[in-house]
């Protein structure tokens, strides 16, 4: 536990040099990875029968964020991208990947359309808008734009002029990715390098705007004082299941490193408010409309899974030794289960867990290995989601030593 805790420290201290921090830990993780493959410590081990989702072999596949199931609500799709090209490479020196999805019922994979906004964590931001239209991202005519395809019509119905982060039935929050591109770059799109620096709602139907937020106005109403200049970026936007509101991460870059803060917009008064300041703020999930379940803390020494309330912005340590489970991608299930992942740790192995709040019961569901050729911007966190129905997990992972979607029975429900 010291180790780490000295790990956290390093990686924290150097992270207002990326480049720099990112040359030390490959070399740290590479010796590391060594004697884990001479003490055969890197073996994948998982607890359930798995099942692979892709066109075949040839081709790399995946959803990717953690933040939205590929699987339709009546369970007989499942969304997917699918890349001809090594996703060991940068994601800017790939020209397309494509959108992709399996009918269940009859087993076959139909390919739907070549995108060329998206990176490896987040693909193009591939979601469900209903059981019959899905929305993702492009690029074309000098800018990044959304698409929305139709299974039944198997086609285009519309093109919007805005890319999509999150959607809430026809309802999207948008910003500028090149924005992300700069500033938090395995987020962002490379094709091309100006950017605005603004935040708007946007109504699918009518492809307006119904709400904006500049970063002058979001500071400026958050009471942002700094007295050095900074850079500024937002993230990690994440609609409320009700749709009235969105949290996201605003991170701003110090010459003593990186500073996060929690903010809430609510789309109803458009009050934007500041749930957690100067702090360390990894990934969050909504539970209900009402509170949050992230991974944050004050100092590293904090560093935990905690429930938030919205109102109150009170919080509630849930974990007793979070190190143990460490920075994931966390959903909550009947505000009881906790389903989550590792990034990989020193043999490159990566945990699926879920973790039951009321027994305080932790279940491992798999082991799974990444080799040090999946690091920085190619790297695969597994980003588990879960079906609508609770039944089935879908992971990305590249223990077979390729980029692959899979997905496994929850064992939630049984």
Not at 27 to 36: D, E, G, K, M
Not at 177 to 203: E, H, P, Q, R
Not at 227 to 242: G, L, R, S
Request: contains cysteine; glycine residues 4%; proline residues 2%.
């Amino acid at each position: 536990m010291l180790l780490e805790y000295v790990e956290r420290k390093i990686s924290l201290a150097l992270s207002k040099y990326p480049k720099v921090r990112d040359v030390i830990k490959f070399f740290y993780l590479y010796i590391a990875s060594l004697f884990a493959i001479i003490l055969n410590k890197n073996k994948t081990v998982i607890q359930s029968k798995i099942y692979e989702i892709s066109i075949d072999d040839s081709e790399e596949s995946f959803f990717g964020y953690y933040d939205h199931s590929p699987m339709s609500s009546n369970g007989r799709y499942v969304l997917f991208h699918s890349s001809a090209f090594s996703t060991k490479r940068h994601p800017k020196k790939v020209k397309y990947i494509s959108i992709c999805v399996k009918d269940l019922l009859n087993n076959k994979v139909y390919k739907l359309y070549d995108t060329r906004a998206f990176n490896w964590q987040q693909g193009s931001r591939l979601m469900w808008i209903d059981d019959d239209n899905i929305i993702f991202n492009d690029y074309e005519n000098n800018g990044y734009i959304s698409v929305v395809y139709s299974l039944s019509l198997m086609k285009v119905i519309k093109k919007i002029n805005y890319p999509i982060y999150d959607v809430n039935n026809y309802k999207a929050v948008t910003l500028d990715f090149s924005w992300l591109a700069k500033y938090d770059s395995d987020y962002g799109y490379y094709n091309k390098k100006s950017f605005s620096t603004d935040i708007s709602i946007i109504n699918l139907n009518t492809g307006g705007i119904e709400l904006f937020l500049s970063l002058d106005e979001m500071l400026k109403r958050t009471n942002f004082k700094c007295n050095i200049d900074v850079e500024h970026v937002v993230n990690h936007f994440m609609f409320a299941p009700d749709g009235r509101s969105v949290m996201f991460i605003h991170r701003y870059y110090t010459p003593k490193g990186k500073r996060e803060r929690l903010i809430h917009w609510n789309l109803i008064n458009d009050n934007v408010r500041v749930l957690i300041n100067e702090s360390i703020i990894s990934h969050c999930c909504w539970n209900g409309n009402d509170e949050i379940i992230g991974f944050f803390g004050a100092e590293i020494d904090s560093l935990n899974y905690y429930r938030l309330s919205i109102e109150s912005c009170n919080t509630e340590k849930l974990f007793f030794d979070a190190r143990k489970y460490s920075d994931g991608h966390p959903t909550i299930v009947h505000n009881r289960y906790i389903i989550s992942d590792t990034y990989p740790d020193k043999n490159r192995i990566k945990k699926l867990f879920v973790y039951d709040l009321v027994k305080n019961d932790y279940r491992e569901l798999g082991l799974f290995y990444e080799s040090l050729s999946f690091f920085s911007y190619s790297r695969c966190d597994l980003h588990p989601r879960i079906s609508v129905d609770n039944r089935f997990l879908f992971v990305d992972s590249v223990h077979s030593g390729k980029r692959k979607l899979y997905f496994m029975r929850s064992g939630i429900c049984e």
